[in-house]
C-alpha cells in the first residue's frame, strides 16, 4: 500500500556528520507529517525531527542546533542532516509519515514506517 525506504546510516566518528534520507512510495494521496525517530539500545523509541506539509518544524531537544530536517513534497522524501555527532546519538533511525492514501476508492490514513537504518557513532 506505502514503503517507506531509509538510506544513510553507517560508522562515524564523533563530531562527524551523516545524512539520512527516506522516500515514501504507493498509492499516496498526500503526505501531512514526515519525520524521524530513533531508538537506542536499551530505551524507547522517540521523535527526533518532524516537519508538516506547512512547513512546521519540530526538534527533541537532545538534538537542537545539530540536526535539520528537510522535505521534498514533490518527491515525497524527507531528510535528516545530523552534524556534530555525538556518542548518544547512536541508534537506529526510523523514517514515519503520516499519509493519506487511495485504497477502494476511499481515502484512507496510514501511519507509515520505515524499516530503520543504524547510526553508530563511535571512535
Known amino acids: 500500500q506505502v514503503q517507506l525506504a531509509e538510506t544513510g546510516g553507517g560508522l562515524v566518528q564523533p563530531g562527524g556528520s551523516l545524512r539520512l534520507s527516506c522516500a515514501a512510495s504507493g498509492s499516496i494521496a498526500r503526505i501531512n507529517t514526515m519525520g524521524w525517530y530513533r531508538q537506542a539500545p536499551g530505551k524507547q523509541r522517540e521523535l527526533v525531527a518532524a516537519?508538516?506539509?506547512?512547513?512546521?518544524?519540530n526538534y527533541a531537544d537532545a538534538v537542537k542546533g545539530r540536526f535539520t530536517i528537510s522535505r521534498d513534497n514533490a518527491k515525497n522524501t524527507v531528510s535528516l542532516q545530523m552534524n556534530s555527532l555525538k556518542p548518544e546519538d547512536t541508534a537506529v533511525y526510523y523514517c514515519n509519515a503520516l499519509i493519506v492514501v487511495l485504497r477502494d476508492r476511499l481515502y484512507r490514513p496510514v501511519d507509515a514506517w520505515g524499516q530503520g537504518t543504524l547510526v553508530t557513532v563511535s571512535s
Open positions: 516537519t508538516t506539509s506547512g512547513g512546521n518544524l
